[in-house]
């Protein structure tokens, strides 16, 4: 065969896919001292934890972060519950080979245990084990034949909607903010978490202008001994340059916490608390476009051979979130009841798909930790189980906790912690489109001018037309059709390459 001389043109899209996921766990031991300011331990009451991963790089495989274990106590040299934060480091490797191809990771992280020991009155013993589900996603292009041009050529197209992860990429940004948390009669802060969340994203030219929310809770001590809750809600907002313009395209933007420092800010006017926070943010751009790409083609003057190829991509769109709540009641005997969710844990999602909806569910555990009748400061675990139902059927699932809402009355108080079951989820679409045409050798009998025959079962217009080196259009015009449904009788197909 040789080349001929036929114009192909082509089209190439760059988009984003999910290339792979792994789950890794790990973990880390570690012994500490307690600092000099801090009260002698008698008694280890709570180690509560939270995970922070503060770098990722996907070409060596490697994770790296930090589980910031706050051990809650009570110690013989003074009165009340006493604090220590300690920050104990990990690296996790990356055995899947594939993720060092990936160009960004989204790493969803769970401690699957935290725990402190006493070694003697001053120094503890930590173990934490944390979990990583690491989402891997790399860059693809999707190569199409958009037109072809050639004497006597005939051309069959066909058009596709593409709903396409467009771009995918991370940053970073620190914010630093002073509040009123009511903290003119606090002592301490005994323990604190910070849930980032977005409001809103608009995208002006190549910004991102970001909107979001940082949900601030924390547990107390007051001059008095005795304990109270805090949440504040921070308002932040921040503009991310650098984003190619994508037209037609849907941005979601994810916020989670890098580093966080919650402190107490004195002075001669008051006291207030001090935030600053190092918020990483997920930047997903979903686009649908539409294309028009070369199926199949042929020569109505000489014998061509096209050559294609499959090419194959995944149909995405945003996240599919559904919201339920974990939901506590605890009972004393009288009065108002304290309680702080010092430990919220999700177990991993189980999907099970029935039709065309899934329904993805996990074992909710909480640790809470309330004072009794007597103001001494006690710890309880519950566990739940919590479902949902989602349309379509996810390739990749996780979960996200917010920070608990507390509804104290006479003698109950109201444990409600809100739990998003996230799932992302990917149409896997194969289309075949033309990559090369080449002149093939054709029998050198003489071929007639007029050929009469019946459709077969299953022929389409387009395949007697080709197989004769006829057109579409001149077998409509022979044969008086308006349209390409093939009548049952018989058919005058003109051949035109001789």
């Not at 390739?395 to 998003?420: F, H, K, M, N, Y």
């Not at 033309?434 to 007029?450: D, F």
Request: proline share 3%; hydrophobic share 35%.
């Amino acid at each position: 065969m040789i080349e001929v001389d036929t114009e192909l043109n082509f089209e190439q899209i760059s988009c984003y896919d999910l290339l792979a996921k792994a789950v890794t766990t790990h973990e880390e031991t570690t012994e500490t001292t307690l600092p000099d300011y801090c009260a002698t331990a008698s008694r280890i009451l709570e180690a509560a934890g939270q995970l922070l991963v503060r770098e990722k790089q996907a070409s060596e495989g490697i994770v790296r972060g930090e589980a910031r274990v706050t051990v809650l106590y009570l110690s013989e040299e003074t009165e009340g519950l006493q604090s220590v934060t300690v920050a104990v480091p990990f690296t996790c490797e990356l055995s899947d080979p594939k993720l060092r191809e990936c160009q960004m990771l989204q790493v969803h992280s769970r401690l699957l245990l935290c725990e402190a020991k006493p070694i003697t009155g001053r120094r503890l013993y930590l173990r934490v084990i944390p979990e990583l589900t690491v989402l891997g996603f790399g860059q693809k292009q999707l190569r199409f034949c958009c037109e072809a041009r050639g004497k006597g050529l005939q051309v069959r197209k066909r058009g596709q909607e593409l709903c396409l992860l467009a771009a995918a990429e991370e940053r970073s940004c620190t914010t630093a903010q002073e509040f009123d948390g009511g903290a003119d009669q606090v002592e301490e802060i005994l323990l604190s978490r910070m849930v980032p969340s977005i409001t809103g994203c608009q995208q002006i030219g190549s910004k991102l202008a970001v909107k979001g929310e940082l949900c601030v809770s924390a547990m107390l001590r007051l001059a008095d001994r005795k304990l109270r809750e805090t949440v504040q809600t921070v308002p932040f907002s921040q503009i991310l340059d650098g984003f190619t313009a994508v037209e037609n395209g849907t941005w979601q933007v994810e916020a989670e916490t890098a580093e966080w420092d919650l402190r107490l800010v004195r002075s001669e006017g008051g006291c207030r608390m001090g935030l600053t926070a190092r918020i990483t943010f997920r930047v997903f751009a979903y686009q649908k476009r539409e294309i028009s790409y070369v199926t199949d083609l042929y020569s109505t003057c000489q014998a061509l051979t096209a050559e294609t190829e499959t090419v194959r991509f995944s149909r995405r769109c945003s996240p599919v979130c559904a919201r339920e709540w974990a939901e506590e009641l605890l009972e004393s005997g009288g009065g108002t009841l304290f309680a702080y969710v010092t430990a919220f844990d999700c177990g991993g999602v189980i999907a099970r798909c029935d039709g065309g909806r899934t329904e993805l569910s996990t074992t909710v555990r909480m640790r809470i930790l309330y004072q009794d009748e007597s103001g001494a400061p006690v710890t309880a675990e519950r566990s739940r189980e919590l479902s949902t139902t989602v349309e379509a059927t996810p390739d990749a699932a996780w979960l996200s906790c917010g920070i608990a809402e507390l509804r104290g009355s006479a003698g109950t108080c109201q444990v409600r912690v809100p739990v998003c079951f996230y799932g992302l989820t990917g149409e896997e679409t194969e289309l075949r489109t033309v990559t090369a045409v080449k002149e093939s050798e054709e029998s050198q009998e003489t071929r007639p001018s007029l050929v009469l025959r019946r459709a077969k079962c299953g022929e389409c217009l387009w395949d007697m037309a080709k197989q004769h080196g006829s057109s579409e259009e001149a077998i409509r015009q022979y044969n008086h059709m308006e349209d390409d449904s093939l009548p049952e009788g018989m058919l005058l197909i003109p051949v035109l390459r001789k």
